[in-house]
């Protein structure tokens, strides 16, 4: 008849089977899975260039960030600064009775 397992020992045999198998499985898994999009990562070499093209379009969208933000903030003076005048002027008309 067989030996029943302990619930501690069966714990113990599924976590090593995990630890030994599921990392394996998911290495594998991701790098289908980045071959499906055009990343191979199948050795160090293309890994490092990968992050390295990933770093250099980090960097690229950053920059164009900055520029939007900074042509946003001189439309939006402009904006303010264009309507601020046209108060100015129509408080400056008024003030002298023209209309």
Same mark, same amino acid.
């Given at each position: 008849?067989?030996?029943?397992?302990?619930?501690?020992?069966?714990?113990?045999?599924? &976590?090593?089977?995990?630890?030994?198998?599921?990392?394996?499985?998911? /290495?594998? #898994?991701?790098?289908?899975?980045?071959?499906? +999009? @055009?990343?191979d990562a199948t050795d160090a070499s293309t890994r490092i &260039?990968?992050?390295?093209?990933?770093?250099?379009?980090?960097?690229? /969208?950053? #920059?164009?960030?900055?520029?939007?933000?900074? +042509? @946003?903030?001189?439309?939006?003076?402009?904006?303010?600064?264009?309507?601020?005048?046209?108060?100015?002027?129509?408080?400056?008309?008024?003030?002298?009775?023209?209309?």
């Amino acid at each position: 008849m067989p030996e029943s397992v302990s619930r501690e020992d069966l714990k113990a045999i599924v &976590e090593e089977v995990v630890r030994a198998v599921v990392p394996g499985i998911v /290495r594998e #898994a991701m790098r289908d899975e980045l071959e499906l +999009v @055009g990343i191979d990562a199948t050795d160090a070499s293309t890994r490092i &260039e990968t992050r390295k093209d990933f770093e250099f379009n980090r960097r690229l /969208r950053q #920059a164009w960030d900055g520029a939007a933000r900074k +042509v @946003g903030n001189v439309v939006l003076v402009a904006a303010l600064g264009g309507g601020g005048g046209l108060v100015a002027l129509g408080l400056w008309l008024q003030a002298k009775g023209l209309k």
